[in-house]
């Protein structure tokens, strides 16, 4: 672990434990995610951190303490998962896709004017006016995914999570995607915490950096816990890995290529 970090804490995890059918999944982790800041999660298939993602939401039932400073409110956070199971054939644009959350039963009315003014809004925000009419069963992946971060923004969240935002997105939409990203982080004041296999992404967008794999194996700053000491501790010695002295962050240039298993299953 690095020295103690100084920024206030969005999130703070404290000795978790998840269990899945019996099976362990997260073992004592513990964990700070820096107020303002985006974090990167990373480890290997299986290392726990999308039901990381999922204990902070709430939808996984765990052991230990979860803390969100956030006065006398409810804490607001938005969510990007990796994928959308959706029947393709269904004739919902994505306009409606965004209204149904806040639409009134029954939901063939049409939607109310504020509703839609805010949906708008947020396509807007995320470069995909253009998508409002368009069926998300015809959307590109990269397309797809900014429908969704602008639906993780809809009710003005001081936290996102971002379950492997570039998994399905091709080269030009993940340069998009990240660009996005640095600028509402910065625009908004957001607390980020990602999740992804792209190096290149990490060394560019995260400023702190959690290595899980059932456990937190390191945390800390970027430029210090990208090496390749702690990367192969945590994926293997066995995955190809290639770091080279760069600015990190907001303003890093990709300079980092690592090569995981393609297969992408459950973690």
């Known amino acids: 672990m690095s020295e103690p970090l100084k920024k206030p804490a969005a999130i703070e995890i404290h000795d978790l434990h998840v269990e899945l059918g019996r099976v362990p999944i997260l073992t004592g982790v513990n964990a700070r995610i820096r107020k303002g800041?985006?974090?990167?999660?990373?480890?290997?298939n299986g290392a726990g951190k999308t039901t990381l993602?999922?204990?902070?939401?709430?939808?996984?039932?765990?052991?230990?303490?979860i803390e969100i400073p956030n006065g006398a409110g409810r804490p607001r956070i938005g969510y990007v998962p990796q994928h959308l199971e959706f029947d393709r054939g269904m004739p919902v644009t994505a306009l409606d896709f965004l209204c149904l959350p806040r639409q009134r039963?029954?939901?063939?009315?049409?939607?109310?004017?504020?509703?839609?003014?805010?949906?708008?809004?947020?396509?807007?925000?995320?470069e995909a006016a253009h998508l409002s009419k368009r069926r998300l069963g015809i959307l590109s992946g990269g397309e797809l995914q900014r429908v969704l971060l602008a639906q993780a923004l809809l009710d003005d969240p001081a936290i996102v999570l971002l379950d492997e935002p570039s998994s399905a997105v091709d080269r030009s939409g993940e340069e998009l995607f990240m660009s996005l990203i640095k600028?509402?982080?910065?625009?908004?004041?957001?607390?980020?915490?990602?999740?992804?296999?792209?190096?290149?992404?990490?060394?560019?967008?995260?400023?702190q950096v959690i290595c899980l794999n059932r456990v937190v194996l390191s945390e800390g700053k970027a430029a210090?816990?990208?090496?390749?000491?702690?990367?192969?501790?945590?994926?293997?010695?066995?995955?190809?890995?290639?770091?080279?002295?760069?600015?990190?962050?907001?303003?890093?240039?990709?300079?980092?290529?690592?090569?995981?298993d393609q297969d992408h299953g459950d973690h």
């Open 53 to 65: 993602l999922l204990a902070i939401l709430g939808m996984v039932p765990y052991r230990g303490r």
């Open 105 to 126: 039963p029954p939901v063939w009315l049409r939607h109310s004017r504020r509703t839609r003014e805010k949906a708008l809004a947020n396509l807007e925000l995320v």
């Open 37 to 44: 800041e985006i974090t990167a999660l990373i480890g290997p």
């Open 183 to 207: 600028r509402l982080k910065k625009e908004r004041n957001l607390t980020m915490l990602l999740v992804s296999h792209d190096l290149s992404m990490v060394t560019r967008l995260a400023g």
């Open 224 to 260: 210090e816990v990208l090496n390749e000491k702690t990367l192969s501790g945590c994926f293997g010695a066995d995955k190809g890995l290639l770091l080279h002295d760069h600015p990190w962050g907001e303003d890093a240039e990709i300079n980092c290529a690592y090569h995981p």
